[in-house]
């Protein structure tokens, strides 16, 4: 049986459908046995053997018609299934890469003393089997066997693994191919060979399979379908084309994936650009034309919306050190109807620094290391938005930054800032942490932190005009101020943090190089003296200063209104409600004008006044006394400490209690006198000065019993002697906060005059 299978086999490789290469040279007669010989596969074979139990007729004619008929045929299939190794590019393809079974066992019929085929005088055909080597492995791993094993070993082994690419199998190969380190010589170099992947489009060997899918994955999102080793060229891949705030740009396959792509783009950091845009805009109104910085450009998308809305008032650069990135960027400005000036030498930066400001519509593209961009050139904006971390990058952002400039830096390495990683945050900000309920704001103020380190050892201090940390990212706007003195003052307010691990309640340290022989002293909570052990740790150092500016926030949601950004303005109005720590009864807008005499961090910001027509309403003329109410009301917001950190109510509230509405919560603590805002950090989140024991007694005051669920919302009724108790601590707290409130109440005539038309509700209700 295994005879006739054999002679199956072989008749099938005579036949046509499988037009197996013979060539005419092959037909001589055998010296040796005086009859006609056949060639199989280039390989001359006696021409008279004898089978053990079978005969199969071939006429001789059909095998000189067949070998005439194949003769060019086999010439181009040999070419493209055999490696040429004296070819030059295009190279053939590697002998482990085939399109079917078929073409990988013919490459097994090429080896010499394979198959021995004879035809006898009396055109009998018998037909022996004999042992044959695998083409991919070496002698060592696997030796010649018959016909029907080495099938198997190449369709289980070499087939069934390997890796399918347009239409073509990339096989394991167990050949030598590898390069080995120079130290492995001899015997030891087949030791360390191992199995392997041909890359069909470099030519890279890979040792892994899925390590094989992955690189030739990337090979098809940089759009480097087209191999070296396949004589027809692949069709690149369309780019899709996405449009953000009326801005066009091209994106690669899995665009949103960093590992995956070149040209990063993420949908999800919509927000985040529409706020740095806005910040860039108020820039622009107090100066122009601003030379702006994109540090990491990528698809572009942030530099060409600078351009493309603020137009002659900004001078935009797009940087990017990948090359892949940097022609993406320049289709991107040609989608955009943008004029390019590229440069790509770092020679070259002093004539593009003096030809940019020629044409409005013109963005400067350049491929450089940020660090090196931001070394040689000063700008007045400068935006970080690296991969993970942007601490590499703060000394030389600050290096060259122009006086009243503005630093913008998102960082995305969220797992070590909000406290998944506390090693890594501790390597890269010098800080430690824990993970708290305010965690988010934590992150935020170990990034201004870092800041402004970087900041002062360029003699250089900031003033934080806006700190935003959401689920993807932590994002903070600074504007520098030069000078020693800034430098001072902006270094003292790094401090380290004292937190309670029982209740959470949380402290700044005292400033001074004083030791406390016990810190706990400063904790308004009790917990140290009431629980064995230790029950406090230090975090830092943090920066505990404001981490908004009002004004600044004002002209944001002004412009984002201008510009119809509709995403970024519920967040600015949120913004502006914790910025004045002011509840939605006590919250409006002034205009953008009225913020045109407020002081940021001791520096006068002038914008562009306008005619006497924006300071009336329907015919009144501002008097002096309105005036001098907004200054008292500007000078007592920035004598007001702003609250540091949140409580969230869920968080504390009582067991088997029902708590109260936010909203109604929230005026439960102004009306004791506390200031009192909602936060974005935290959606049920309080910002208040009042202490966490007095918002716990306030909080149980006004929760109900959970079985009275149906009973209306009120205070619960307490012993008399801890009413009393209250009621001073509360009167004794409140008393600065009166005050304060007063004189809110007396200015907001005032703030009502300089309300616009738009919304003045806050975004958080």
Known sequence: MAAEAAAEASLARLSPARKQPEREDDDEENPEGGGESAALNGVVVPGKEKSSNLDVKVTESELETEGKGTEEESTRESDSNILDVSSDYPREKHISIQRHLADLEKLADLKEGEFTMAVSETTDLHVTDEKKPCPLCPEEKFKACYSHKLHRHLQNLHWKVSVAFEGYRMCICHLPCRPVKPNLIGDQTFSKMGAHYHCIICSATITRRTDMIGHINRHVNKGETESRFITVPAPKS?????????????????????????????????????????????????????????????????????????????????ND?????????????????????????????DEAMGDGGENSDTIEVTKMDANVIMHLRSFDFIHLDPFGTSVNYLDSAFRNVRNLGIVSLTSTDISSLYAKAQHVALRHYGCNIVRTEYYKELAARIVIAAVTRAAARCNKGIEVL????????????????????????????????????????RIFQKEGNMVEENPYQQLPCDCHGSMPGKTAVVLGPLWSGALFNTGFLRRMLFEAVQYGLDEAQPLL???VCEADCTTLKHFSIHSLYDENKQEECGVYIKTPNTSAESYLVHGKRKSDEVIRNAAKRQKSENSAEHPAFYYNIHRHSIKGMNMPKLNKFLNYLSEAGYRVSRTHFDPMGVRTNAPLAQFKTILMKYSTPTYLGGQAEGPVHLPEDVKAGEQVQAAADSKAGDAEFLEDDKSGVAAAMFTKDYPTHCAAD
Request: a positive charge.
């Open 321 to 349: 050190c990948n090359e892949n990135s940097v022609t993406m960027i320049q289709e991107n400005c040609h989608l955009n109807k943008m004029k390019v000036k590229l440069h790509t030498k770092e020679e070259d930066n």
């Open 238 to 318: 369309s780019h899709e084309v996405l449009k953000e705030s009326a801005t066009d740009v091209q994106v690669l396959p899995n665009y949103s994936t960093p590992q995956k792509t070149d040209s990063y783009f993420n949908p999800k950091m919509k927000l985040n650009r529409q706020l740095i845009f806005c910040a860039l805009a108020v820039l622009a109104e107090e100066r122009k034309p601003i030379e702006c910085l994109d540090a990491f450009g990528a698809t572009g998308i942030m530099g060409l919306q600078w351009a493309k809305h603020l137009r002659s008032s900004v001078k935009v650069t797009i």
């Open 466 to 505: 806006l700190a935003v940390a959401l689920e993807h990212f932590v994002l903070v706007v600074v504007r520098v101020l030069r000078g020693p003195s800034p430098a001072d003052d902006s270094a003292k307010k790094i401090r380290y943090l004292i937190h309670c691990q029982w209740c959470e309640e």
């Open 573 to 575: 109005k949120t913004l």
